[in-house]
C-alpha cells in the first residue's frame, strides 16, 4: 500500500514550540464541532474522552479534536490545531479504517503520510527510524483489554550539514482486538495511568 524507508523527509514549519499567549489560549478553548461520537464530562478538574468504547479519564486542561475515525488529543502548545501538523503537543487515537488504510499491523512503526506528526519539534525536516523497536510489551488499558506496547526510537535532523540532531521515542498502544491505536511522541509521563486506568463500554 505505501513504500516504508528509513529515511523520510517531512516538511515542518520553521516555527518554534514557543507560541504567542493568544495562540495558547485558542488551544485552551473547547474546540468547535467535536461530533457526538466524543462524550466529555469536566469533573475535579479531569474530562471523560470516549473513543470506540474506551473511556478515558484525563486532565480537563486537555482539548481532543476529532478526525473521521482518529482524534488528537492537545495536551500543551500548538500553533495549528491539524490532525498531521507537527508542532502541537499531544497525542493520537487512530481507528480501524485508518489503521487499515496506511497498512499498520503492529510490526513497524505507525506513519500514515509525508506529512505525518513524526518529528515535534519546528525546524527539523529530516526524521530517521530505526528497524528495531527500544522496548515491546503487554500494558493494562483498563479491565479485561490488553495492548502491545512498542517504543520506536527515532530522530530529527536539520537539512544541511550542521548535524543537528534531536532524539525521541514514538511509544505506541496496539489494542488489536479492539482495533485502536494510541500514539504518543511528546512521552507524556500521565499517559500509561491514563490508560492504564480505562473504563469500557
Known amino acids: 500500500m505505501r513504500k516504508r ?41 479531569t474530562t471523560t474522552f470516549s473513543f470506540r468504547g474506551m473511556n478515558l479519564r484525563m486532565p480537563s486542561a486537555w482539548k481532543v479534536r476529532r478526525y473521521g475515525d482518529t482524534a488528537r488529543v492537545i495536551t500543551g502548545a500548538c500553533t495549528d490545531p491539524e490532525y498531521f501538523y507537527a508542532d502541537c503537543r499531544g497525542f493520537w487515537l487512530v481507528g480501524p479504517k485508518t489503521l487499515s488504510q496506511w497498512g ?27 528497524d528495531k523497536a ?5 500494558r493494562q488499558v483498563g479491565r479485561g483489554h490488553t495492548a502491545t506496547y512498542t517504543a520506536w526510537p527515532g530522530y530529527c535532523e536539520a537539512q544541511g550539514s550542521s548535524g543537528r540532531k534531536v532524539r525521541f521515542t514514538q511509544r505506541e498502544w496496539f489494542l488489536r ?3 485502536i491505536l494510541v500514539v504518543d511522541l511528546w512521552d507524556h ?3 500509561p ?9
Open 5 to 45: 524507508s528509513a529515511v523520510l523527509a517531512v516538511l515542518t514549519t520553521a516555527a518554534t514550540l514557543a507560541v504567542p499567549a493568544a495562540a495558547s489560549a485558542a488551544v485552551g478553548a473547547p474546540p468547535a464541532g467535536i461530533p457526538s461520537g466524543v462524550s466529555a464530562q469536566s469533573a475535579r478538574g
Open 104 to 130: 499498520y499491523n503492529g510490526k513497524k512503526q505507525y506513519i500514515p503520510t509525508l506529512a505525518q506528526p513524526s518529528c515535534p519539534f519546528g525546524g527539523m525536516s529530516l526524521t530517521v527510524f530505526g
Open 134 to 138: 527500544g522496548a515491546r510489551g503487554l
Open 177 to 179: 482486538t479492539s482495533k
Open 189 to 191: 509521563k500521565e499517559l
Open 193 to 201: 495511568g491514563v490508560l492504564k486506568k480505562a473504563t469500557w463500554s
